[in-house]
């Protein structure tokens, strides 16, 4: 900028460069402000297993078009990649996270009538020294919903422990930002719908979609149900038998015919 403000100013031309050398030469240095030092990646806790409904990641993004209800909110399971649930709200409050982690608990069959006796009574107390494993680990952001009281006393009430990325640091939630990316760049028409309900029939059907048919690469191509359901080995496994049969007939066929050639 000092440079470039001497040609503006129309007192000197020259380039950033030696504008450095000049003022390294004469012990003169342009104050700046300081990088801010590096954020360690908070580890899970050790009581986390990796296996389905032990780890979901969640977080919104919006839909501008549809102007009643742009905030959509969802929930992936990191060790299978399915998408568990989605909800869509005209405001981005910790009635919705409600609302979206109790659809999740019922779809998932995880909502018991103990849970359902803790949400019935709102004076539920809730002990600070409580040692129970959570039943499974919220991993998200840190936007004001995400952080509320009602939030944090109802992923208690439901035995759900929180745990938050660094801020500015969106690779912390890289699963549930992966699921929206795609989401947005493979169907681009979602972006020009304006009807609420529309919106949100047509998320529920990606949703089939994505856990249902579209095989997932992080998962070795299997498709999330296949993996939440305990199917994706096997899958696997069959497709590495058959590419080895393959070869072999492959190999059979070029030798048996290598005089035809």
Not at 104 to 126: C, G, H, K
Not at 146 to 169: K, N, V, Y
Request: with cysteine; hydrophobic share 35%.
């Amino acid at each position: 900028k000092l440079a470039h403000r001497g040609s503006y100013e129309g007192r000197v031309w020259v380039s950033p460069s030696p504008v450095d050398r000049v003022l390294a030469r004469n012990n003169l240095h342009l104050a700046g402000q300081t990088r801010p030092p590096k954020t360690v990646k908070t580890p899970w806790p050790a009581w986390c297993e990796w296996k389905p409904n032990q780890l979901w990641c969640w977080d919104g993004s919006q839909f501008e078009r549809c102007e009643a209800s742009k905030y959509a909110y969802g929930i992936i399971d990191l060790v299978s990649r399915k998408w568990v649930t989605v909800t869509l709200t005209p405001e981005p409050n910790q009635v919705s996270v409600r609302v979206l982690f109790l659809k999740a608990l019922s779809a998932e069959n995880l909502l018991t009538a103990e849970l359902e006796d803790r949400l019935a009574d709102p004076d539920t107390p809730i002990p600070d020294d409580d040692d129970s494993i959570p039943m499974l680990l919220a991993i998200s952001d840190n936007w004001t919903e995400m952080r509320g009281d009602e939030t944090r006393r109802f992923m208690a009430l439901m035995s759900i422990a929180q745990h938050f990325g660094r801020p500015s640091t969106p690779t912390d939630q890289a699963w549930i930002e992966t699921l929206w990316g795609h989401l947005k760049w493979e169907h681009p028409h979602l972006l020009g719908i304006t009807d609420p309900a529309v919106m949100i029939a047509e998320l529920e059907r990606l949703r089939h979609l994505y856990n249902d048919v579209r095989l997932h690469e992080a998962i070795g191509y299997v498709t999330p149900n296949d993996e939440h359901e305990g199917r994706g080995d096997a899958i696997r496994a069959a497709r590495l038998d058959g590419l080895r049969v393959a070869d072999e007939q492959r190999r059979h066929w070029h030798r048996t015919h290598r005089d035809q050639q």
